[in-house]
């Protein structure tokens, strides 16, 4: 039993969420500032 490795997919899948969100956060303040 390895809960680490659990651990460990759940913490990229947060990272690559919270990458995503912030992404699309910028791009919408960029975008919206232009505008």
């Known amino acids: 039993?390895?809960?680490n490795r659990k651990?460990?997919?759940i913490k990229e899948?947060?990272?690559v969420l919270f990458?995503?969100?912030t992404y699309l956060?910028?791009?919408g303040?960029?975008?919206y500032?232009?505008?």
Do not use: A, E, G, L
């Open 29 to 31: 303040k960029k975008h």
């Open 33 to 35: 500032q232009s505008t």
């Open 25 to 27: 956060i910028w791009n």
């Open 1 to 3: 039993m390895r809960p």
């Open 19 to 21: 990458t995503d969100v």
């Open 7 to 9: 651990f460990n997919s």
């Open 13 to 15: 899948k947060f990272k």
